[in-house]
């Protein structure tokens, strides 16, 4: 937003520099060395003041000087003679005259205890109230001027009554005097003179009016705290929660005044204070201390009276106030079954379980405590440290568990705790029991998934002896109830059929070794009770490790099929490959193959939801879910779907850092009557300028994970979990190399892979590599995929990712023949082929004719597509 402002630049025309008086006199006495002053005056354009927009010098600083205050510019005689006082810039003068003629002044006093806009005015009510002494000469002649501060001479007549001082910043400052008497206008308080006569010259005293109140009587005297405790008392220890303090103030210390107001005296040295035992609680000599009264320790009172003594000059009044001694009104000891349960008095400690050695229940001890005093209202409780120095204990057939506390018994028998506080003792009793709690039930519990470890929960309960029941979590029956393993309490075991998917050990820590496609069980057995077998279950879905592959969700079942249809995530670590196979070369290019059988899905859709590039994908990628070809009958799959990645290494992503990522996703719908089945993704990356598989080596062809539409239930898994093929099948993984024209092969290899589109993408990268007469006539053909005649542009990675992704063909021309005759016909044929070589049948080629010169042709696109 602007704004604009009109400013208009005015010089005055006429400056007139003036003064009240021109003529300075002598002040009061011959020879006193003292003259009259007067007031300057700048006025531009007749009556416009600007003196305080000027400086000012004098011509001789011997006959008159300047005295600027701030607030008016006055010119001070300094002896006889004549002066040109000027304005800066000598815009404007005056001349003053300084003779020896002599006047006398007459002093006019007054002190003013508040100026504003409305006048000044003198109001001396209480003793807080200040005033300034303001004092003018006024002569026979008619001048007049007001007075410096240090032309003056100051005397108190009544120091009883009021009290003067000098500021700072030299100003004469009158305030009351604690205890004044009230006094009228015709009382003398003050005197005031000039300096420079001597004293020759007649003092005046300005007219002062204290309208003081009177002391009437005292509001009743306040205490910040009635009741104390000395230190080292048993109310002042330490161990205890609250204790009542060792000192107090008087906080409310009022006197009623004749004017209706009430007088604070809460920190006035003219209220002192007396104790009525100050060898229980002393007192400050008055309330001018920052405490006013405390408690004496070895005092041996449980009261005292202090008396507040008031003075205000003659009038004298006194103020009692009873202060009380805190004392110690009960200590007592409780027990508690630790770790705390719904039975929690520790009347009788009993074993827990069929542990050997036993195991005994544990007790926490706990002691609180009650103070009064003599004041009725007063009570005070709370809890004490028991692990305070202040503190004794004494345990009678009690072994400590924990800190001071916690306590399990030593033997069968009688047991207790004795507290020893500041000359007070309680004791609590206890029983100490060889019969047992019976361990009647285990509860255990686990998380919804195993990833790679996770420990069964197992809570407790102990039941059995005079109603008692307590339950124990998990935390405590490990860690606080004192057995020496879980075991003593419950045992876990896998079922064989299950013994490939987790194990669990004594301490009831699974691990995951596989993956299961439903629920897993895992049998908890009662240590005490082997008929008690509670069985819990869980999904086991571990993730891919460095240079492995994964299916599917992260919790629960991998592959969860429902309402007729299943999303399958794309997961790979592809670091231990980098670092591994690729020997830190950057990967450049991915191909994954999600494999599945025809007869159970269908798959609708792959998307890709991968984003290497600062949040974005920068490279290309089809995805194809009915790709033109299938997989090798070898495989034991008849239907695929792809996912390539080609020209990845592009800005912020150099290819090198890889890490478990879910890329992409395919979604399939069920066939009628599926209920299970088995899936698998195999993988192509290219380093390099190599490719490399995952699964790597002699393994199986893809990573494979069955499938059910009952996965949220317990079902075990089949007799292979992994379907093992023979080295054959991973040679079709890796295709075998041919001596002919290999259709896509643009690297010369023989075969057709991730490593052709490498090269398409470094070629289009680095245009000045291609050597077109190194390269053989089918390599040329595949180096310009799309037919436009540029070797290796963008269109030519585009059709080369897609086509080895199986969404478009590989197309062979055969060779051309003219026909010789009208009647002969130009027949063109068309071949197109997948990556793995096969003739597509099914594929529609359109073909645009252009002449050279005018004929006529009857243009057919024939009867049928070649199978």
């Not at 496609?517 to 049998?523: D, E, I, L």
């Not at 539409?709 to 099948?729: D, H, M």
Request: net charge negative; charged share 15%.
């Amino acid at each position: 937003a602007t704004d604009a402002i009109a400013i208009e630049i005015r010089s005055p025309s006429t400056v007139t520099l003036t003064v009240a008086d021109a003529t300075l006199s002598a002040i009061g006495c011959a020879g006193g060395g003292s003259y009259q002053s007067t007031t300057l005056r700048l006025a531009a354009d007749g009556d416009l003041d600007v003196t305080r927009l000027s400086s000012y010098t004098s011509n001789d600083t011997s006959v008159a000087v300047l005295q600027d205050d701030g607030y008016t510019v006055r010119v001070l005689g300094v002896g006889p003679g004549s002066a040109t006082i000027s304005a800066y810039g000598n815009v404007a003068s005056v001349a003053v005259t300084v003779e020896d003629a002599v006047v006398t002044p007459e002093l006019v006093a007054r002190v003013v205890t508040s100026l504003d806009a409305a006048g000044a005015e003198q109001s001396y009510t209480s003793e807080a109230d200040v005033g300034y002494l303001y004092v003018y000469a006024r002569y026979a002649n008619g001048d007049a001027h007001m007075l410096d501060d240090a032309e003056l001479s100051v005397e108190v007549l009544a120091p009883d009554t009021l009290a003067y001082s000098l500021t700072s910043d030299g100003r004469h400052r009158l305030s009351i005097v604690p205890d004044a008497l009230a006094a009228s206008c015709y009382d003398d308080l003050l005197s005031v003179q000039l300096v420079a006569c001597n004293g020759s010259l007649p003092a005046v005293a300005p007219p002062l009016e204290l309208d003081l109140p009177s002391p009437v009587a005292l509001r009743a005297l306040g205490l910040s705290v009635e009741v104390l405790a000395p230190s080292g008392s048993f109310a002042r220890s330490g161990a205890l929660s609250s204790r009542p303090p060792m000192s107090g103030t008087i906080s409310s210390a009022f006197v009623q005044m004749s004017d209706g107001s009430d007088k604070d005296m809460s920190s006035d040295a003219r209220v002192t204070l007396t104790s009525s035992e100050p060898a229980c609680v002393a007192a400050a000599a008055n309330l001018t201390a920052s405490t006013h009264f405390w408690a004496v320790e070895g005092g041996g009172c449980t009261s005292v009276s202090l008396t507040a003594i008031f003075t205000l000059g003659a009038w004298q009044e006194n103020a009692t106030a009873t202060v009380y001694i805190a004392r110690p009104k009960a200590l007592t000891v409780s027990a508690a079954v630790w770790p705390s349960c719904s039975s929690s008095d520790a009347t009788t400690l009993y074993t827990l379980g069929c542990a050997s050695p036993v195991v005994r229940q544990r007790v926490q001890f706990s002691a609180a405590y009650e103070l009064e005093a003599d004041l009725a209202s007063y009570a005070l409780s709370g809890t004490v440290t028991l692990s305070h120095s202040d503190v004794t204990l004494d345990p009678s057939n009690l072994e400590a568990v924990s800190g001071v506390t916690i306590y399990k018994g030593a033997s069968s028998g009688a047991a207790s705790l004795g507290v020893t506080l500041v000359g007070e003792a309680a004791q609590r009793s206890l029983a100490i029991s060889d019969d047992a709690l019976s361990l009647s039930a285990i509860s255990p519990s686990v998380a919804t998934t195993l990833i790679t470890t996770h420990r069964i929960a197992v809570s407790a309960t102990f039941s059995g002896q005079a109603s008692i029941s307590c339950t124990y979590s998990d935390s405590d029956v490990r860690e606080n109830l004192g057995f020496s393993a879980i075991a003593d309490v419950a045992s876990f075991s896998v079922d064989a059929a299950y013994g490939a998917i987790m194990s669990v050990d004594a301490d009831g820590t699974l691990t995951a070794l596989d993956t299961h496609w439903a629920q897993a069980p895992v049998a908890v057995t009662n240590a005490c009770d082997g008929g008690e077998v509670d069985e819990v279950s869980l999904y086991v879905n571990p993730t891919a490790s460095p240079g492995q592959l994964d299916l599917g969700e992260a919790s629960q079942a991998p592959l969860q099929p429902g309402n007729g249809s299943l999303e399958v995530k794309l997961w790979w670590d592809l670091s231990e490959t980098y670092s591994g196979a690729c020997g830190e070369k950057p990967i450049e290019t991915i191909a994954a193959f999600f494999l599945y059988h025809s007869a159970q899905l269908d798959a609708t859709a792959v998307t890709s939801t991968w984003k290497p590039h600062d949040g974005s994908f920068q490279g290309t990628v089809a995805t194809v879910a009915q790709p033109n070809d299938a997989p090798d009958a070898a495989t034991g799959y008849d239907a695929w779907a792809k996912v390539v990645y080609a020209d990845i290494v592009k800005g912020s992503f150099d290819g090198t850092d890889w890490s478990l990522i879910n890329p992409a996703n395919v979604t399939l719908d069920l066939r009628e009557g599926t209920t299970s089945g088995t899936v698998g993704l195999a993988l192509e990356v290219n380093c390099g300028g190599e490719p490399q598989t995952l699964p790597s080596g002699l393994t199986p062809y893809s990573y494979e994970l069955p499938f059910t539409t009952s996965w949220n239930v317990v079902a075990p898994p089949g007799s292979r979990r992994r379907r093992l093929v023979e080295a054959t099948v991973q040679a079709h993984h890796r295709p075998r190399r041919l001596s002919g024209d290999v259709h896509g092969d643009v690297n010369g290899d023989g075969l057709t892979d991730t490593g052709d589109i490498t090269a398409v993408v470094n070629y289009f990268k680095a245009p000045d590599t291609i050597d077109l007469d190194s390269f053989s006539a089918n390599q040329r053909l595949w180096l310009d995929a799309n037919r436009d005649g540029s070797y290796a542009n963008a269109g030519d990675v585009l059709y080369a990712a897609r086509a080895y992704a199986g969404s478009t063909a590989y197309p062979v021309f055969g060779a051309l023949a003219c026909p010789i005759s009208a009647s002969e016909p130009l027949v063109v044929t068309a071949t197109s082929y997948s990556a793995g070589q096969s003739a597509l049948g099914g594929v529609a080629v359109a073909v645009e004719v252009a002449y050279a010169q005018p004929v006529t042709w009857q243009l057919s696109r024939g009867s049928a597509l070649s199978d």
